[in-house]
């Protein structure tokens, strides 16, 4: 199905695990964003993406590392998992002509 | 650096009544867009309106509509006919129309404002 999806939906771990949270979309957006979702936060850039091979900081990137080898995936990676990056993410891309971002349905995860 | 500013943590209103949020933000760009975003208890994240700021017309979608005063810097939402499933967080979200190094085509948000709506 055409859109953006993000995997796993859920995930428990560990302080000290790296974890990769996975973020595809199908519409060959250029531009590709990670944010959590914290409350009292409202949502907060982690990092984002231009291109392929182009990525970027966002307001909150310590803790975590980014790759973007192709246009359609995005992954998130946390190196060493801590109890403060407890939070739910969103993976968008922004629409060509619109602007607007899309965004997948968020993975919430939980660190131990 | 901008800023979106979402007073209200929370609202709540009468189904069939009408509601209005609130959300100011700081800027000195002259072109930018603003949008609002509903959040649902599924967590997906739904565009409700997008408003370009070089429009003085104010957007509209159904039941949906802003009052976007551009020189106040502020960009109410105000739903009528409020319905259950208008039950959600709302965003408020700011994106510079500009291209240049930085965080190109991010949005910055608001904290939300949580609306209920009772039967």
């Known amino acids: 199905d055409a859109g953006i999806t993000q995997s796993p939906r859920y995930k428990i771990t560990e302080t000290g695990r790296q974890v990769t949270l996975m973020c595809h979309q199908t519409w060959s957006h250029s531009y590709m964003f990670w944010y959590r979702q914290d409350l009292g936060h409202g949502l907060r850039l982690i990092y984002y993406s231009a291109a392929a091979d182009i990525t970027d900081k966002g307001e909150v990137p310590d803790g975590y590392v980014v790759s973007r080898s192709k246009t359609e995936n995005f992954p998130l990676t946390l190196e060493s998992a801590t109890r403060s990056q407890t939070s739910v993410y969103f993976c968008?891309?922004?629409?060509?002509?619109?602007?607007?971002?899309?965004f997948g349905e968020g993975s919430r995860l939980t660190v131990l | 650096a901008q800023t979106v500013t979402q007073s209200q943590p929370e609202m709540s209103v009468q189904e069939a009544e009408t509601v209005t949020l609130s959300c100011t933000y700081d800027t000195s760009e002259s072109d930018y867009y603003l949008f609002w975003y509903k959040q649902p208890p599924s967590r997906q994240m739904i565009l409700v309106i997008r408003?370009?700021?070089?429009?003085?017309q104010n957007a509209t979608e159904n039941r949906f509509s802003v009052n976007f005063q551009k020189a106040a810097k502020s960009f109410s939402l105000k739903i009528s006919d409020s319905q259950l499933g208008d039950a959600a967080m709302y965003f408020c979200a700011y994106r510079s129309a500009m291209n240049y190094g930085g965080s190109q085509g991010n949005l910055i948000f608001g904290k939300g404002t949580k609306l209920s709506v009772k039967p």
């Open positions: 968008a891309s922004r629409g060509t002509y619109t602007g607007e971002l899309f």
């Open positions: 408003q370009e700021a070089y429009k003085q």
